[in-house]
Structures are given as C-alpha cells and as structure tokens.
C-alpha cells in the first residue's frame, strides 16, 4: 500500500507570494491533518481534515488555508509569505478522526518551504 | 508555561546503552500519549502510544506514564546506531494533537 506523499518535496519562494502544497493520503483514509515543523517551535496543529470538512483548526493566520478534495486529496495555501513560514510542513492521514486511538495516522516526508 | 515540554538535547549515548527520553506535561485532560521517531528528511513515524498510568512494552522500546506526576517517558534497550534520531513526545486533548519539540538522539558505534 503506498505511504502519504506530498508534493512538492522542496519549495523555494520570495517574500509576499503565496504557495499550495499538496498531500495525497494512504488510500482509503479520509482524515488529514497538516502540521507546521519549525525548529524553535517543534511540530504545530495547523488543521484537520475529514471528508471534505475542516473539523479543527490550530492557532494560525488567516493567511494559512487549506481544503480537501472528494478523493480525500489535500492542499494548503499560504498567503502572502513571510520569512517566518519557513518550515517543513508535513500532512498526515488515517481512517477516521486523528483523535482517540492514534495507531493509524501517518505522516508524508514534507515539503520543505524556504521563504527568501 | 508550555503545555508540553522536552528537552531538545542533543544526547550522545554509547551502542547498547539504555536510553531514556522524557516530556512533562501541564494540562491533566491528555488521553493518550504518544512516541514518535522522526529521521532526518523524513516525517515522524508513531512508535507506541498508551493511555493509562503504568508500562507498555514493544521490542526494545518500553513507554511509561505517570499521571500524578505528569511525566512520560520512553526507555530504549540495547541501543543501535539505527536508532539515532528525533523523538517526539505527542498527547491528544480536544481534538488536537500536541507535540513536544523533539529530543535528538546520536547513538554512538
């Protein structure tokens, strides 16, 4: 069974642009969560989400969106890029919720986004 | 104060020792607790969770809870230079998961 890939794997972008990334769960899995991986700040909840919806959200800017497709297929948005948004966002999908029991969620290599 | 804590380390451990890795938490309404290990240019992979006080035990890795104490820990045995690493420390409360920032780990040949 393929893994949860992501698109693109690297990403260099200027100052005031904006960027998708894309996340392509297990088959199956319906859930997907994305993340923020900085050094000083560890992996932050940016959001989560489930059949189409987004079911929660970390405490991020507007300028940080995302949506999810009818084939569970995801993408994140980042407007309006700071040097800050510089990190390795990573999605990851399982079955159902990514609350209770955590053995299904798995996690994609990330894009690495560097904001010049 | 951080809902999660865990030192960044880097910790250097010599091949086949016992190495031990912990967070200490704030908030009592975590359910479950997680380990993750994540290796350089890859996302984090889930190494064993457990929800209640006490030992849980897989291979080489042994995870421990203490509630009352609000600290966890991660015990790995016999290490090897594969297990040279991040590890994160992860519990869920209200819908969202919240990760420690990642202990590195250099286990030396």
């Known amino acids: 069974k393929a893994g949860v890939t992501q698109t693109p794997r690297y990403l260099i972008k200027t100052r005031g642009q904006q960027v998708t990334l894309s996340c392509s769960p297990i088959?199956?899995?319906?859930?997907v969560s994305w993340y923020q991986q900085t050094p000083g700040q560890g992996l932050q909840f940016l959001f989560e989400?489930?059949?189409?919806?987004?079911?929660n959200k970390g405490n991020f800017p507007g300028r940080f969106s995302g949506r999810q497709f009818s084939n569970s297929r995801s993408e994140m948005n980042v407007s309006t890029l700071e040097l800050g948004d510089s990190a390795l966002y990573l999605c990851?999908?399982?079955?159902?919720?990514?609350?209770?029991?955590?053995?299904?969620?798995?996690f994609g290599p990330g894009t690495r986004l560097t904001v010049t | 104060q951080k809902e999660v804590e865990q030192d960044p380390g880097p910790l250097s451990v010599p091949e086949g020792a016992i190495v031990s890795l912990n967070c200490t938490y704030s908030?009592?309404?975590?359910?479950?607790f997680m380990w993750y290990r994540q290796y350089s240019r890859k996302g984090p992979e889930l190494l064993m969770y457990?929800?209640?006080?006490g030992n849980k035990e897989d291979g080489r890795f042994t995870a421990q809870v203490d509630k009352s104490s609000k600290y966890i820990s991660l015990f790995i045995r016999d290490s090897q230079p594969s297990d040279s690493a991040t590890y994160l420390c992860?519990?869920?409360?209200?819908?969202?998961?919240?990760f420690g920032k990642g202990t590195r780990l250099h286990i030396l040949p």
């Open positions: 990851a999908s399982s079955l159902q919720r990514h609350t209770g029991p955590p053995d299904e969620q798995y």
């Open positions: 088959s199956g899995h319906r859930s």
């Open positions: 989400y489930f059949s189409e919806t987004q079911r």
């Open positions: 908030n009592s309404a975590f359910q479950y």
């Open positions: 457990t929800y209640s006080s």
């Open positions: 992860a519990m869920n409360r209200d819908d969202k998961i919240i």
